[in-house]
């Protein structure tokens, strides 16, 4: 049977941010620029850039700015064309989406990241799917999720972007249990969320992207809570290997933690540094913070 097309992305957004507080208190994490994008609006971009065409946001309360975001100014626009205001006008190009391509799902108590995704399964129904976790922000020479969609149509099946931590921080992380290092492409036997450093299998880490079979939806709904009392994608992923084939892929780029303050203090720098009309003026009064 051929493969089908990756067109879908699940962008959850319903977390607390509670280490953004009290930035975050009545404003989404996802909604904190970089430079001058929201961090929601560079996951959009960089799954319009896989190909993906159908988005769905797991929201919650308080989050309804992440969908107006995407949505006409009707206002704003009219009034930036009576005073001519092309430049600014094309800013708000990038957050126009195709009528019927944006839909939110309420994830009504945050649970973990496993029922934020299982939250989207009616969405999913029987395609493959991206997830792009927002606040983790990629800065990449070809988009992270163009690399996964790549992966994807290479192995035929499960793939989650990657990176080697020092082993001292697997703690955090989801795990992967490695059958076969292959370079670019890990085959893996296992998955483990936040482990004990000493009981990791390995020090490649899962970062927030991944390309994933609906049939993890089956494993989700089994609704079981995993580490940190919260119910885990890893666990429902793990149980896809053997039937699926899976894959870590390590990406080509650098990540920023942006749900991290010190994570996202440095994106801002590397974005900044990376734009020609504000580099000048970045380079020359770094130095004097150093
Ligand atoms: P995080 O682990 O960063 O959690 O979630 P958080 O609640 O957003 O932030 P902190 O740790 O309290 O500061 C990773 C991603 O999963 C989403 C978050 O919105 C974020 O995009 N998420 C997490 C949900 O949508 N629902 C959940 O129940 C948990």
Redesign the pocket.
């Known amino acids: 049977m051929p493969l089908k097309p990756l067109r879908k992305a699940v962008?959850?957004?319903?977390?607390?941010?509670?280490?953004?507080l009290p930035a975050?208190k009545a404003m989404?994490?996802?909604m904190l620029p970089v430079v001058d994008k929201p961090l929601i609006q560079y996951a959009v971009e960089e799954a319009r850039a896989a190909g993906i065409e159908q988005f769905c946001f797991?929201t919650?309360r308080g989050k309804v700015a992440l969908v107006e975001h995407f949505d006409i100014a009707f206002e704003l626009e009219r009034t930036l064309e009576a005073r001519n205001k092309q430049a600014e006008l094309a800013l708000l190009k990038g957050t126009s989406v195709e009528p019927g391509s944006l839909v939110t799902v309420r994830?009504q108590?945050?649970?973990?990241?496993g029922?934020?995704i299982w939250c989207a399964r009616s969405f999913v129904g029987d395609d493959p799917f991206a997830i792009l976790?927002?606040?983790d922000l990629l800065l990449c020479e070809r988009p992270c999720m163009a690399q996964l969609a790549d992966a994807y149509r290479e192995t035929g099946g499960n793939v989650v972007a990657i990176e080697e931590v020092p082993r001292e921080r697997v703690n955090r992380y989801g795990v992967l249990d490695v059958a076969e290092d292959m370079g670019r492409l890990v085959s893996v036997k296992g998955l483990v969320e936040k482990p004990p450093i000493e009981a990791a299998p390995s020090n490649l880490t899962i970062i927030?992207r991944y390309v994933l079979m609906p049939e993890v939806m089956g494993h989700l709904s089994r609704l079981e809570k995993g580490a940190g009392g919260?119910?885990q994608l890893t666990d429902a992923m793990a149980r896809l290997i053997g039937a699926q084939p899976f894959h870590g892929v390590r990406y080509e780029g650098r990540r920023f933690d942006c749900?991290?303050k010190a994570g996202w203090i440095e994106a801002q720098i590397a974005f900044a540094l990376r734009r020609p009309d504000l580099a000048p003026a970045v380079r020359a009064f770094l130095p004097r913070y150093v």
């Open positions: 962008l959850p957004v319903a977390g607390l941010g509670t280490r953004f975050t989404a994490k996802e797991i919650g994830q108590v945050p649970l973990g990241l029922h934020a976790l927002p606040d927030g919260e119910i749900g991290d």
